[in-house]
Structure formats: structure tokens, C-alpha cells
């Protein structure tokens, strides 16, 4: 029998075109999963892998959000990490993050975010079976947590918020919460701050402005719950506008600002909106190297609190599935999938997202 074979898109150096490698498919060994790739989402930060800013080792496969359909379980697994049973045809949803529970920060902190291990297995093994997910087939390998989509749950709105749902899912739980009622700006409507404008509707946030670009975006932040937003196009003037998120704010500007930008600018421009007593949540920075220019006192003499957040736990992605499946008829979710690509095109694909073309795109293997 001829052994069969599957595509990846491989980033062998920053800069130069991804190349598509044909590698032989392997069985899944014990605790492993064998899925079959319909949804590769494709993020900004690959971008910015793809550019060198975030420097990888190495020859890797790209992709870090994945929809799958399980073809072979390897012995032992017969649920996914939240006790749910699964089996052959299932959809699944993952991210190539796995804890190690042997570090400081899994054992220690119990915050597995921080794990300092935790890439080990994503990042330089591009010639063997690989959790990333611009592939044809993927091999979640034991101890890599994964969850079963629901049946009522399309794959296309699970992926439209890819890693950015759960991502800010942990973002909202360290911020401490948004109350009904609370003014909130998001900075940013790529993925990340769709996300953010999604959990903070959903919390009773009110206004909620996002300040972002383009126009389409931005519409589709006004169908995840947005009261206004601003057009960096439009209002390309950071102090106009500020003014416009004081205006709409009886002139204290936002209880809550949420930087879903990625761009350094954006963080000079959120200490601007934030409201005395407010917090500042920063998400979107993650792979965006740069220094910008910060009176600290403001931070003292209005009891700002500034908050990090990086990556997510297991616990968001399964929470992700929760939200998508609870809130996906009424938030046009899939339809933030605008853009598909087969793996052999896996560049252009990257490239459309750095041109801000997209919503959402996704390599999408053809079945
Ligand atoms: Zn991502
Ligand atoms: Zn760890």
C-alpha cells in the first residue's frame, strides 16, 4: 500500500516565500490524535513571524489555529482534555501550545501562559508530524489540549476568532472584568479586537468605541456589539480622536481601554482615553518590537492600572467553543471568514493579511 502524504507550508527563512513540503503521514502513537485539516487560521502574528520580528529557528510549519476532523486516534484517547468523547469524523479545535507541567510557571504560578516550554514541540520540526496547522494533516501529540467543536457549532465561526477569542478571553479574566454599563474602548478591529469588542458587548459595556481601519472592519465590529466606532482612515489625528472618546464620554474618556492594535503607537494614544481610576489592557502588542514615548505620573496621578496579557490557557480555548456556540446565530461569526486559500498558496495568504485585506482568512485544504 502506498503510504500516503500530506502538504505544509513551511517558513524556512524570514522574508522568503513559504515553501510547500510533501511529508509522509504517520498513525497517531499512544495519546496521540491524527486530524485532517479544514481550517488553518491565519493570524497577524504569523506575519510577523514571517517577517523575521519574531525570530523562529529553523525551517517551521506556520499555523497556530486549527479546525480539524479526527481520522485516527492513537491508543488511549477517547475524549478530548475536558472529558468530552470523541471519535473518528469529530471536529476539533487546538491550538499547538502544550503545557509542560514541569516548570515554574505551570507548576508554580498555574499559569500555563507563561510556560516556559510550552513552544518546545511547535518550532523546528517541520520534517515530521507537526501540530502547526497550514497542513494537510496534523498529529496532536500527547499532552497537547484539544477540544471537540460542538455539533451545532460551524467550524467557520470557531476559526473567524481563531487565537483571538481565547486569547482575550484571558485577557478579560486578568483586566478583572467589565460590569454592565462600563465605557470601553478597543483599540484595533483585526481578529484580536473583534474579539475584544465581542466579550465586552457581551459583558454590557457601553459605549463601546473601536478605533481602527479599514471601513470593513470596522462594520464588522458594529455587528459584534460596537455603539461607535472611529476610522483611522477617516480621523487619522490621534488628539481628534481622543477628543471625539472624550466627547462621547461626558469628557472622562473610557473606564476600560483595550489595546487590540498590535502597533506601537496605539499605546501613547489608549493612556490618552483612559478615565481616572481606569485600566488599561494591553493584548495586541505581543510580537510588535518598539519604545514610545510615556509621562509615567499619569499612570500615578490617575490611578491607571496598565495590565498585560499573553497567550491563553487551555481553559480559554475550551470557554472560546462555549462563547461561538452560544453566541454564533446571533453575531454574524463565519461570515468574518473572508478569505480561503489552499496550502500551495499559503503566501498569498499571509501577504492579504498584511495588507489588511482580510477579515479573517484561512488555509483551507481541499478535502
Ligand atoms: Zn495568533
Ligand atoms: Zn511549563
Not at 109 to 131: H, R, Y
Not at 205 to 222: F, T
Not at 254 to 275: H, K, M, R, S, Y
Amino acid at each position: 500500500m502506498t503510504q500516503r502524504t500530506g502538504k505544509r507550508a513551511v517558513l524556512v527563512a524570514a522574508n522568503q516565500p513559504l515553501e510547500i513540503w510533501e511529508r509522509p503521514v504517520v498513525d497517531p502513537g499512544p495519546g496521540e490524535v491524527l486530524a485532517r485539516l479544514t481550517h488553518g487560521g491565519v493570524c497577524g502574528t504569523d506575519v510577523h513571524f514571517w517577517r523575521g520580528e519574531v525570530p523562529l529557528p529553523g525551517p517551521v510549519v506556520l499555523g497556530h489555529e486549527g479546525v480539524a476532523v479526527i481520522e485516527m486516534l492513537g491508543a488511549g484517547v477517547s475524549t478530548d482534555y475536558a472529558g468530552t468523547p470523541v471519535a473518528v469524523g469529530d471536529r476539533v479545535y487546538w491550538q499547538p501550545v502544550a503545557p509542560c507541567q514541569r516548570c515554574y510557571a505551570c507548576t508554580v504560578l498555574g499559569d500555563v501562559s507563561m510556560c516556559e516550554n510550552a513552544f518546545a514541540g511547535i518550532f523546528g520540526n517541520a520534517d515530521g508530524p507537526t501540530t502547526a496547522s497550514y497542513c494537510d494533516y496534523a498529529t496532536l501529540r500527547a499532552g497537547l489540549p484539544f477540544y471537540r467543536v460542538p455539533d451545532d457549532t460551524p467550524s467557520d465561526a470557531v476559526i473567524a476568532l481563531g487565537c483571538a477569542l481565547p486569547t482575550m478571553l484571558q485577557g478579560l479574566e486578568r483586566l478583572g472584568g467589565i460590569r454592565p454599563g462600563m465605557s470601553v474602548v478597543v483599540q484595533g478591529c483585526g481578529p484580536v479586537g473583534l474579539a475584544a469588542t465581542l466579550l465586552a458587548h457581551l459583558s454590557g459595556a457601553a459605549p463601546l468605541i473601536v478605533i481602527g481601519a479599514p471601513a470593513r472592519r470596522l462594520a464588522v465590529a458594529c455587528q459584534f456589539g460596537a455603539t461607535h466606532t472611529l476610522d483611522m482612515d477617516e480621523l487619522p489625528d490621534a488628539a481628534a480622536r481622543a477628543a471625539r472618546v472624550r466627547e462621547l464620554t461626558g469628557g472622562r474618556g473610557t473606564d476600560v481601554v483595550i489595546e487590540a492594535a498590535g502597533a506601537v503607537p496605539a499605546f501613547g494614544e489608549g493612556l490618552q482615553l483612559i478615565a481616572r481610576g481606569g485600566r488599561y489592557l494591553i493584548v495586541g502588542l505581543w510580537s510588535a518590537p518598539g519604545t514610545v514615548p510615556v509621562e509615567p505620573r499619569m499612570i500615578n496621578n490617575l490611578n491607571l492600572r496598565i495590565i498585560g496579557t499573553a497567550l491563553s490557557q487551555p481553559r480559554h480555548l475550551y470557554q472560546a467553543l462555549q462563547v461561538v456556540q452560544a453566541h454564533h446565530r446571533r453575531f454574524p461569526l463565519a461570515a468574518a471568514v473572508t478569505h480561503r486559500y489552499r496550502i500551495e498558496d499559503s503566501q498569498q495568504a499571509l501577504e492579504a493579511v498584511a495588507r489588511l485585506e482580510t477579515v479573517k482568512a484561512v488555509i483551507a485544504p481541499a478535502a
